[in-house]
């Protein structure tokens, strides 16, 4: 009986990652409102009672999708004068290399769930390193903040909206441009 409940338990776990796969990849290619859990569930090759038990809504399921690690470099341990530099650099790589952070974005533009996610996303994983910088902790919460909205902003014009002028740059040009103004969010002298 016990190993009955195991082998229950990893097919469990095997449908909800399938599920969650397939939610990805749905919500990546139709955005939020588009995508339907009759769809997933298809793309998942399961039920779509099995995505309403597992997760209980789409709401849920996006946010469960959603659930995204930005991987960012330890700033703490970058050259000071590279944090910029570095923290653009990362975040393209971020951008290009997963479509779930682009479809979460597009889908934050319409709606309050996803927006809700963008913001923790980045309020949390961004404000932890630079809070580790060592700035007085109110300040940090502020380069958090501008250092998301300037990265935001870019990626909605050059992902989602598609501006031909900011699609154009390459990525040593971006970082050129982006780079200082990072560096002067995450570094520079202010005074609040």
């Known amino acids: 009986m016990p190993n009955e409940d195991i082998s229950k338990g990893r097919r469990g776990d095997a449908t909800r990652g399938r599920i969650l796969a397939a939610a990805r ?9 588009r995508a339907t859990i009759r769809a997933i569930a298809a793309d998942a090759a399961s039920d779509p009672a099995l995505v309403i038990r597992y997760f ?9 999708a959603a ?17 910029g530099e570095v923290l653009v650099g990362h975040l393209l790589e971020r951008w290009e290399g ?6 979460l974005l597009r889908a934050g533009v319409t709606n ?31 380069r958090a903040a501008m250092i998301s909205s300037q990265m935001l902003g870019f990626a909605l ?11 154009a740059l390459r ?13 002067r969010y995450a570094c520079g002298k202010v005074s609040l």
């Open 67 to 83: 659930d995204f690690d930005l991987h960012l470099p330890k700033l703490a341990t970058v050259p000071r004068g590279s944090i």
């Open 112 to 142: 309050d769930v996803a927006a809700e996610r963008i913001r923790t996303i980045f309020a949390t994983q961004v404000r932890a390193e630079v809070a580790a910088l060592g700035d007085d902790p109110k300040v940090a919460v502020v």
């Open 56 to 64: 209980g809504n789409k709401e849920a399921l996006f946010a469960a």
């Open 157 to 167: 014009c050059r992902y989602v909206l598609r501006l031909p002028p900011v699609v």
């Open 171 to 183: 990525r040593a040009e971006i970082i050129k441009w982006l780079g200082p103004t990072i560096q």
């Open 25 to 33: 990849e749905r919500f990546a290619a139709d955005g939020y409102e």
């Open 98 to 103: 997963d479509d779930t952070l682009v479809a």
